[in-house]
């Protein structure tokens, strides 16, 4: 170890002491290693990325305002990051842990994390940004509990579940990478996993309720969720209390979550726990048992099957999640006490994604710009004012009709603007937008073409908030967001190859005022990494 990463350490520790000493939030402290090791998810011996030994990752459970710190050791044979996903990172996007923001950890190197799960309850994940490995593991489950005087809206659940949920390839990471790189588009998935697995079980006592947090961890594909002859009752959506609708099947998107309550309620046996692909010709379908304690009566009758219906069925389906106005989140004042349909807008944008050929190769665009991942986080070459890294506003802020060009844009914004954003598909596949920082209110679904008149319909009462948005094909999907958080944040496909291949972009929330109630400085661990090698934190 040299001087300066000793420094760095013996500084960053030293911070850690100080704010404890000062902070009445608690401190949560993990170190993960991560390795490579074989895996057979799908019968088939595989190279899986492990997390201390596991696959998928160690769960992190903590409650609303703790500190987390987490130091990874990365022993891979290539650099690798990790994000947290839906975790706002408040005041600080230093540690958000995606390219644009964080350079990655070397091999035989390691990052310790330091960030607060600051006003926040909910079910998250987390998952690692570099190229393609989120294909390989190193995802696992985020969990934040409310503060004991904080009430939900719903009585104290028996037990919980967690459930991960993607679609999942037998090729390793690095071939799906060197396929894209090719400019050749990812084959359909070889199956659906449930918590790395084909065949879980969860087991629970009759006549109790339990709560199923349910994320969406796959490459690409939209799924069905069911239990066989139980209904399920939303409470929770990207940590956001919702009207507690019941439901005998829930569509949920690539990078989602939800929760919802399950009453074992039936005659004590074993169930089948089902999730399937939506929306494609081909479905892949993965079960799972619920099993009734003290039963020896196994599975029987068909595998529950999924909605007959599509795009409008599912649609519908994502208008009824609303927001439960009376209930408190992570803090004692109700939800609805914020009017979001009242604040004026100071912006608007339309991004259109599409599926260029440049250069000969595949590539995925906003705007008709595909995003290149430069070797400078973003935020390290605007804290240091480095050159020729990004180009500020270099995106249109409404559909193009011209050739798709490679870029690197960044667009600026002031902090507390009120914005509306619209995600148009003109494409017949599905998409999942994510953006980093915060949640925002999804105000509208509608088919077509966006249009100003679109905004008759929008939901300015009581739409649900959350941090990931569908966008249905050839439709069009409109979201509400108060730039509250500093800091440089990532907008991008959640349908990860798509992300890799540039549809993407970068937001900064900004404002002269150096305070830091606004935003924290750079933490004295920091990376450094591209032309930002050499300088110090």
């Given amino acids: 170890m040299n001087f ?32 490579y090791g074989p895996i057979s998810p799908l019968g088939t011996q595989q190279q899986g990325i492990l997390i201390n030994g596991q696959f998928p990752g160690p769960r992190i459970d903590c409650v609303t305002n703790d500190n987390i710190i987490v130091n990874v050791i990365n022993k891979l044979d290539e650099p690798f990051l990790i994000t947290w996903n839906g975790i706002k990172q408040r005041k600080n996007s230093w540690q958000d842990g995606v390219l644009g923001t964080n350079c990655p950890i070397p091999p035989n190197s390691n990052y310790t994390y330091k960030f607060q799960t600051k006003d926040q309850i909910g079910t998250f994940t987390y998952f690692p940004t570099v190229g393609m490995q989120r294909a390989a593991g190193g995802f696992g489950a985020l969990n934040v509990y409310q503060r004991p005087q904080i009430p939900v809206p719903y009585s104290t659940p028996d037990g919980d579940f967690t459930l991960l949920i993607g679609d999942w390839y037998k090729a390793s990471h690095k071939v799906l990478k060197q396929r894209l790189d090719m400019g050749r588009s990812l084959f359909f998935p070889d199956g659906l996993l449930i918590n790395g ?46 009207l507690q609708s019941i439901y005998d099947s829930l569509d949920i998107h690539v990078g989602q979550s939800l929760a919802f309550l399950v009453t074992l309620d039936q005659q004590p046996k074993d169930y089948y726990i089902v999730a399937s692909t939506r929306f494609t010709r081909k479905v892949l379908t993965q079960t799972a048992v619920l099993h009734y304690a003290g039963s020896s009566v196994p599975l029987s009758g068909p595998v529950p099957p999924g909605p007959r219906y599509q795009i409008l069925w599912s649609m519908r389906q994502a208008r009824t999640f609303r927001w439960n106005l009376t209930a408190s989140a992570a803090r004692p004042n109700p939800q609805g006490s914020y009017h ?147 800091g440089m944040w990532n907008i991008r496909s959640s349908m990860w190859a798509r992300q890799y291949l540039g549809q993407q972009f970068y937001m900064r929330v900004w404002t002269p005022e150096k305070s830091y109630s606004n935003e924290y400085d750079i933490p004295p661990n920091a990376l450094f990494c591209g032309k930002a090698v050499g300088l110090h934190a």
Avoid: C
């Fill in 340 to 486: 979001y349909g009242t604040i004026l807008k100071q912006r608007s944008l339309v991004l259109s994604n599409s599926a260029p050929v440049i250069a000969s190769k595949q590539r995925f665009a906003v705007n008709g710009v595909s995003f290149v991942i430069p070797d400078t986080p973003l935020k390290l070459a605007d804290n240091y004012n480095i050159a020729n890294v990004f180009a500020w506003d270099s995106i249109s802020i409404n559909p193009t009709n011209g050739q798709a060009v490679l870029g690197t844009p960044v667009l600026r914004f002031n902090l507390h603007d009120f914005i509306e954003i619209v995600f148009q598909n003109t494409e017949y596949q599905m998409q999942s937008w994510h953006l980093d920082g915060y949640d925002f209110w999804v105000v509208g679904y509608g088919a077509g073409m966006w249009t100003e008149a679109s905004r008759k319909i929008y939901n300015l009462a009581d739409a649900v908030t959350r941090h990931t948005v569908q966008v249905y094909p050839k439709g069009w999907s409109a979201i509400l967001v108060s730039l509250d958080n500093q």
């Fill in 4 to 35: 300066f990463s000793l420094l760095s350490n013996v500084s960053f520790l030293l911070l850690l002491f100080i704010s404890s000493a000062v902070s009445d939030d608690p401190y949560r402290f993990f170190t993960w290693t991560v390795t």
């Fill in 197 to 242: 697995v084909q065949w879980p079980y969860f087991a629970g006592n009759a006549g109790k309720t339990y709560l199923f947090r349910v994320s969406n961890v796959g490459l690409t594909m939209s799924i069905n969720f069911r239990i066989q002859s139980h209904t399920m009752k939303l409470v929770e959506v990207e940590g956001t209390h919702t």
